[in-house]
């Protein structure tokens, strides 16, 4: 085990399950309750880095990577030794638990894709719509900040004031720029792909182009907009760590890639003239184990005749279906199936695959803010995780995929990184365990409002307390 895990384990761990675990009612009182206050920081740049694990940047040398432009904001600002993440640890519900600062439970992306098992719940929450729970941008913009958002989840069709949203990254009606100049700000992608001195229809699908073209939208909207608040998402380092895993050579390049966009976006700043006034703050939305092995649950589920398949695996019945991380019941009301349903993973869990994986109950998903529609949620140990496919008709099969996420995000390996560096920061502030949902609280404090929904809390000490309110 890396020495930074050790750390967090032997000093943090019981303190970052208590934060997962706080009451809502108690924190959502706090932030409701917090005087308003004056402006920190005139811009904020959010960026997320996919798979950002904090041993990155806390133990560089030893993962091998050379990252100078993240270390030298770590150097000038504060780092956490680790994030407790949504739950289920994913992209699309971490990165709106990011901007809301709320759980899923409260702002409703409960997973990467919508339940549709019938069609193998393969649609994304792309849909600013999805959301329950009022972001940060909104908030902004009531205060009369300009936003913007550039490859961010879950964020077509909203009310920013420059977008380039994530969105279906291979639609079967168009191109994915057809795609993109529909849903992004009219003008915005045609101006990148002229910077970038052309990109191709489809070049999206490759994880580096598309960062390039991300980072080259952020650059642009510096220059031309001087947003207050702009978030970033950058994925590359997702795509390698999933395909080959997450300390090899493959994830490495993607980490120095991303640090080389990071730089890019800072000196950005510095022509446009908003350097010293800029706030970064650098995080990412999940950690990343190690896999080798695959838990197909609705074998299971097919095999105690709870759903059916056609002759080509698709579900055409269900009782009972995974849905990411979560076992769903199609009639939650009838307890007796439910507790079928739970005894036949526990029994497995005692008897054959004792140590594999457990149920997490439905007590524990309450507590951890996490997809109210679910029965429990499947957690593999490492080393494993999920499908919801039927292959070799085997509850579990070997896998050429190296690496994933989703587990509890009480489990180190799952603890995301977090940077907070420029105007309006402290430098050297001990952050031993930090929540994901005080992460758009301490932005809206940087910039002078409040997140009035937020059941997270502003890190307060890592804001410095400016004299006076500053203008726009």
Known sequence: MIPAQSRLITRGAHALLALALLTVAAVRTS????????????????????????????????????????????????????????????????????????????????SNTKFDPLNGSRAWYSEYEGMKVRAIWDEAGKHGLRTAGVSWPVTVGASMDVLYPESNQAPQDSTWLVRARKDSTPGLIDAVVS??????????????????????VAQRIIRTEKPNLMVVHLMETDSAQHANGPFSPQARAAFERVDAHIGAIVKTTEEAGIRTRTAFVITGDHGFSPVHALFQPNVVLRDAGLLKTD???????????????????????????????IELFESLARTRYK?????????????????????????????????????????????????????????????????????????GVPLPSVRQIDIAPTLARLLGFEMPAAEGVPLLGLIETPAVPRGN
């Open 31 to 110: 932030a409701q309750t917090a005087p308003a206050a004056a402006r920190a920081a005139d811009h904020v740049i959010l960026i997320t880095i996919d798979g950002f694990r904090p041993q990155v940047y806390l133990d560089a040398e030893r993962e091998g990577v050379s990252i100078p432009n993240l270390m030298a904001l770590r150097q000038a600002g504060s780092a956490a030794e680790g994030v407790v993440v949504a739950y289920p640890s994913m992209t699309y519900p971490s990165h709106t638990s990011i901007v809301t600062g709320t759980s899923p439970a409260r702002h409703g992306i409960i």
């Open 311 to 341: 002759d080509k695996g698709a579900v055409t019945e269900w009782q009972a279906v995974l849905h990411g991380m979560a076992i769903r019941m199609r009639n939650p009301a009838t307890p007796a199936q439910s507790n079928r349903v």
């Open 195 to 216: 910077d970038l001195g052309g990109f191709g229809e489809r070049d999206n699908m490759d994880p580096i182009k598309r960062d390039r073209f991300a980072a080259a």
């Open 355 to 427: 140590g594999l994986f457990r149920v997490v109950r439905r007590e524990a998903l309450d507590d951890l803010g996490a997809y109210p529609d679910a029965l429990f949620f499947f957690e593999p140990a490492e080393g494993y995780y999920l499908s919801d496919g039927f292959t070799q008709n085997s509850f579990l099969i070997g896998t050429t995929r190296r690496g994933a996420h989703g587990f509890l995000p009480t489990e180190p390996r799952m603890f995301t990184g977090l940077i907070v560096s420029g105007a309006g920061v402290r430098s």
